[in-house]
């Protein structure tokens, strides 16, 4: 599929000093904030000394007005531009998004700065979305007098499995400049796949959207030499497991498709005992948001069927579900045209197919125009083979450290005031 062309005002041209330039000289600091959050990685919503580090560089940069989290341990900083504007313009509002949390992974990475913190990693990249973020708004502060939009800095816990954005959301962060933002704007970096210095994107559907559905097969435990005697909800859980993959193949469009994964089974205690229950989850992914509704109902029927036919009961319950990132064609043709710009025409990439990863920035693309850029920033020479994010061998080159302060800078450096 090809991607979608938008009429597009061309970016404003840069100024006399680029951001790239500047986000090359303050490497050292960005890259030491990168190294200190590896060190010492945090989970979760609670992320205290990866909160603090953040602080106390923010609070360098004079008249940034910056907002600590009230339920999990977030960081919103607002920075106002200066530069005049035209007469019946108001100034837009930039939302630029980094991820701070990491992973319960034990990295075996062998890198110098190493987490140092027992079955916890930096395996997404997290930390260097962190640096980037701080360095942009670094050089946003620095270029301030010439800066047209007022940019809110969302520093985000939470993004690997508790759904930290919407507590920010709920907490004001779509508004935290006075208004709604105009546009937003999210990152993440590739450890595999994608050329290092490389971005990456596409307009509409993103990434997919994720549900998690939990499994509970009641049976009728009892000795395994007579299962004759018991209702044995092993095999009914694996009928189930095997059913979901019929459905998908042969009641869903190849070309819109839906992927079903179950990732964890357990039951019993012994082999020669038939377990009461038998529990399974599964991930549900899709591209469409309207295929949602329609796959919840087939697979609850699925289930209830195969258990019904058995003589079972079955229990079942849905996680809190990720919506479909869908990028705003015109945001993501700006990115584009930003990145082509200020790097070369190589440096951007249209996707021709979705991720089929999910992302908990898709909630602020629901509110507010945007889209999530890709950064390849392999450490191997040989992206394709690479260990993948979430991997404990997961590496990252800090040399396109640059290039995402830069993009992430010059993403509110060119926005043009607002008619009013």
Known sequence: MNPVTVPLATPAAPSASSALEEAHGILPDIRELRRLLHRFPELGTHL??????????????????????????????????????P???????????????????????????????????????????????????????????????????MFQPAEEAYVGVK???????????????????????????????????????????????????????GH???????????????????????????????????????GRIQAGTAGNIIPECADFNATVRMFSPHHRER????????????????GMSVELAWAEPYPVTMADPVENAYAAAVVREILDDSAFIDLEHPHTGSEDFAWVLQEVPGTFLSLGASASSDPATAPS??????????????????????????RDPVPQ
């Open 295 to 310: 796959l919840v109902g087939d697979l609850e029927r699925l289930c209830r069927g195969i258990a019904h036919a058995h």
């Open 389 to 414: 994010l979430h991997s404990p061998h997961a590496t990252f080159d800090e040399s396109v450290l640059p290039r995402a302060v830069a993009c992430l800078a010059e993403l509110a450096l060119r």
């Open 48 to 85: 205290p000394r990866t909160q603090a580090e953040v602080l106390r560089r923010l609070e360098r940069l004079e008249g940034l007005e910056i907002t600590p989290g009230a339920k999990l341990t977030s960081v919103t900083a607002v920075l106002r531009g200066q530069a005049p504007l």
């Open 224 to 262: 395994g030499s007579t299962p004759f005697l018991a209702k044995d909800p092993v095999p009914v859980a694996a009928e189930m497991v095997v059913a979901f993959q019929t459905l998908v193949t042969r009641g869903y469009d190849p070309f819109d498709p839906v992927i079903v994964t179950v």
């Open 87 to 153: 007469e019946r313009t108001r100034r837009p509002v930039v939302l630029l998004r980094a991820d701070m949390d990491a992973l319960p992974i034990t990295e075996e990475t062998g890198l110098d700065f190493a987490s140092e913190v027992d079955g916890v990693m930096h395996a997404c990249g997290h930390d260097l979305h962190t640096a980037a973020l701080y360095g942009a708004a670094r050089v946003l502060h620095a270029r301030r007098h010439e800066l047209v939009a007022d940019v809110v800095f």
């Open 167 to 221: 507590w920010m959301i709920e907490e004001g962060v779509l508004d935290a400049a006075g208004r709604r933002a105009d546009a937003a704007f999210g990152l993440h970096v590739q450890s595999s796949q994608l050329a290092k210095g490389v971005f990456s994107s596409r307009p509409g559907a993103l990434m997919a959207g994720c549900d998690e559905l939990l499994v509970r097969v009641r049976g009728v435990g």
